[in-house]
């Protein structure tokens, strides 16, 4: 999604709590790798949702804001031989996971107790849990931040990931061959350009 789409789903979910939500969900996720730390970034979803659309919006905002770190490994519940490189990490690497790592656990249902059982075991080996997910305890109980969204919310789980995925980008430091900054003022101008007038016109 690019920035003036973002610009302009954050202008309808303005006034409500999902724009400086997804912001701080995806400050902590982006302190959660060190910089320069590829493959440190693990997303793991449920037998039934694999987050394939955030792994790639990830990548593309690692590839735009110079933040390599934020290049995700995606782990899936089947590999299947002759799987590309990054499409082969099977759920055994999160066993391997632990400090200077980040797990993301995107479950908009419960994961089964094998996921729960390996992101436990990355937890207590050093790795830092994020989740976003329907609201299960069990989840959040693991999570070290979690940010829920269900059937209660004006959102759905899509929308949530864009925005996290856009905002983890965004206003990271120096900016690498001038890059981030255009992308930064892109983003300022569609801002502007999709925000309401003045009063009394």
Excluded at 81 to 102: T, V
Excluded at 105 to 117: F, N, Q, R, S
Excluded at 136 to 146: D, I, K, M, N, W
Aim: glycine share 10%; proline share 9%; charged share 20%.
């Amino acid at each position: 999604m690019d920035a003036v789409r973002v610009a302009l789903l954050r202008e309808v979910l303005g006034g409500t709590e999902w724009p400086e939500a997804t912001r701080r969900f995806a400050r902590v996720l982006r302190a959660s790798v060190p910089p320069g730390h590829v493959g440190g970034l693990l997303l793991v979803g449920t037998e039934q949702y694999e987050p394939w659309h955030l792994a790639a919006h990830l990548m593309d905002e690692a590839a735009w804001s110079g933040l390599p770190e934020l290049t995700p490994t995606l782990v899936r519940h089947r590999v299947r031989p002759g799987d590309p490189a990054q499409l082969a990490a099977g759920l055994g690497r999160l066993e391997a996971a632990g400090r200077g790592e980040a797990l993301l656990l995107v479950a908009p249902a419960p994961p089964g107790a094998d996921v729960l059982e390996r992101v436990h075991g990355a937890r207590r080996a050093g790795a830092t849990v994020l989740s976003l997910d329907g609201g299960h305890p069990e989840v959040q109980g693991l999570a070290h931040e979690s940010l829920t969204v269900d059937q209660s919310t004006a959102v759905d789980l899509d929308t949530v990931q864009h925005l996290v995925s856009a905002a983890a980008g965004e206003n990271c430091g120096p900016a690498p061959r001038g890059r981030r900054p255009f992308r930064d003022r892109l983003s300022r101008l569609a801002d502007r350009l999709t925000s309401p007038p003045p009063t009394g016109w």
